[in-house]
């Protein structure tokens, strides 16, 4: 009898300590990932003043560096 109670005493221990470490470990999602996004406000803030300052694209990157036979 006393090693029945123990052992069902042991598996509901263990189970509480799965439940707890799986719900307080730190890389277990909590909640299904979303893609990370500026608000719309921002966005459509910042594309209005680049588009009064004449900046409609980024800026191009400087030619690579060439070799020439001498």
Do not use: C, E, N, W
């Not at 005493?9 to 189970?15: P, R, S, T």
């Not at 307080?24 to 594309?47: D, E, N, Q």
């Not at 004449?54 to 060439?66: D, E, F, N, R, T």
């Amino acid at each position: 009898m006393a090693k029945a109670v123990f052992g069902i005493a042991g598996a509901l221990i263990f189970g509480a300590a799965m439940v707890f470490a799986r719900h307080s470990y730190a890389g277990h999602p909590k909640r299904p990932a979303t893609a990370l996004a500026a608000p719309a406000r921002f966005v459509s803030i910042v594309r209005r003043d680049l588009l009064q300052a004449g900046i409609v694209a980024p800026a191009h990157a400087p030619p690579g560096a060439a070799t020439a036979v001498s």
